[in-house]
């Protein structure tokens, strides 16, 4: 039997063990926990396909066909799940959980796309270290080559600042890994690493590359700030845009983006990523494709709608804005035949947890309080769910993320509506470019749907 000394030294020896062991977990880098991760997911892959293969998961009516295949389960994404009423969650964690445990940038409290990019590839949290090594990694890999910058430079002021994000990402597939291993020979199972490595360079060139689209369409005559090595994503973002010393407004956009990084995959950039990639294309031709896609009125130009609205909204019915006026100024709306832009959601039947999380941002900043265009936002929200309800046309009356962000934006003075979906172009890289990661190492094949014609639509329904 152990003495009462040798079962305390053991004791002792256990728990420097059990740290060292939690820092050494606390040290691990993003490739190192992927190693780690991607067996485990690859044996479940290949469980479900061998127990489950032929497991019904939903039917598919006509008016999923003709009705943009809204609903349908038919796409494998492993970083988010959408519920129409709980919201969005992030490897089993909602918006409230994240900002609880992902870390924030030092002297910050708000979640950075770092620690969301850790979560949305790894399913794990990140500790502050592998945050703050992740950061670093990114400062230093985020300049641009010469080329991209003389090419940019180029552009005519005039071309739209998301066309020229979207060739810019393209022509960054000079210097892809995946591409020149491929044209080497790689084998399968090294497909997910030089994935990865494309991937990671492109999120760290975002900052300087749609930094660099703003100077040159708006403040041409200006110096652009070079990267900082240790600076975080948006913080070198911020400073590049030219607002470094407004800690408000690089706060927000640190919490903008990380909440923008994910949606599910059946939003139309994330499926286009997703889509392309399934073609073996690299991952800055499939992020390329997925920009445009984000380009498309219906898709990233919202947050723009809602801005223009209620602006004109405010210059319409001047100041001093009441309830009745809003709740006015809404049927006026609706009865020309027009939306609301920023209520209602594709998915949603709740208000959207991103558009509670921005609201909760604003509520904590004096400035915020005493605006008056997010005054405006926050009684519109009050009004406008009842008008809609009462219209009667509309499925989810609640507001999306849409409905504040782009105001946010325009309350710190960024009030170039064209660029906001630049803004988020680089979020949105943070969940499709992981799961092209995850694409390639789960081995997922050429995506193929099957189409059809009327006709054949109709001669199926005949012979049922």
Known sequence: ???????????????????????????????????????????????????????????????????????????????????????????????????????????????????????????????????????????????????????????????????????????????????????KGMKKPEYWTHTLEDCINLIARLPALAARIYRNVYNPDKELAPVDRNLDLVGNYSRMLGYGDNHSLTEY???????????????????????????????????????????????????????????????????????????AYLWKTLKSGQVVPGYGHGVLRNPDPRFIAL???????????????IDLVNKTFQVAPDVLKEHGKTKNPYPNVDATSGCVLYHYGLTEFKYYTVIFGVSRALGALTQLVWARALGLPLERPKSMSMDALEKFIKNQ
């Not at 780690?36 to 479940?44: A, C, G």
């Not at 799940?81 to 490897?91: N, S």
């Not at 602006?311 to 309830?323: D, W």
């Not at 609201?359 to 265009?373: A, H, M, V, W, Y």
């Open 359 to 373: 609201q909760e941002f604003c509520d904590s900043r004096p400035e915020l309080k005493g605006s008056p265009i």
């Open 253 to 327: 956009l640190r919490l903008y983006i990380a909440l923008h990084g994910d949606h599910e995959g059946g939003n139309a950039s994330a499926h286009t990523a997703h889509l392309v990639n399934s073609t073996l294309a690299d991952p800055y031709l499939s992020y390329s494709s997925a920009l445009f896609a984000l380009a498309g009125p219906l898709h990233g130009l919202a947050n723009q709608e809602v801005l223009r609205w209620q602006l004109a909204m405010q210059k319409e019915l001047g100041e001093n804005i009441s309830h009745e006026d809003i709740k």
């Open 1 to 183: 039997m152990l003495s009462r000394t040798a079962l305390s030294r053991q004791a002792a020896s256990l728990r420097r063990s059990s740290v060292l062991a939690q820092r050494f977990a606390s040290t691990k880098s993003l490739r190192e926990t992927l190693q780690e991760v991607i067996p485990v997911k690859q044996e479940q892959l290949k469980k479900l396909k061998s127990e489950h293969g032929q497991t019904v998961v939903g039917d598919v009516k006509v008016d999923n066909i003709i009705g943009g295949m809204r609903g349908l389960k038919a796409m494998l994404w492993e970083a988010s799940v959408l519920d129409p009423i709980e919201g969005i969650r992030f490897h089993g964690l909602s918006i409230p959980d994240c900002q609880k445990v992902l870390p924030a940038a030092p002297g910050g409290k708000e979640i950075i796309p770092e620690s969301m990019l850790w979560l949305l590839l790894t399913g794990q949290v990140p500790t502050q270290e592998q945050t703050q090594a992740l950061s670093r990694e990114l400062a230093e890999k985020g300049d641009l080559p010469k080329f991209v910058e003389q090419l940019v430079d180029s552009f005519p002021r005039t071309l739209h600042p998301m066309t020229q994000l979207g060739m810019a990402v393209a022509a960054l597939n000079h210097d892809s890994s995946f591409q020149a291993a491929y044209e």
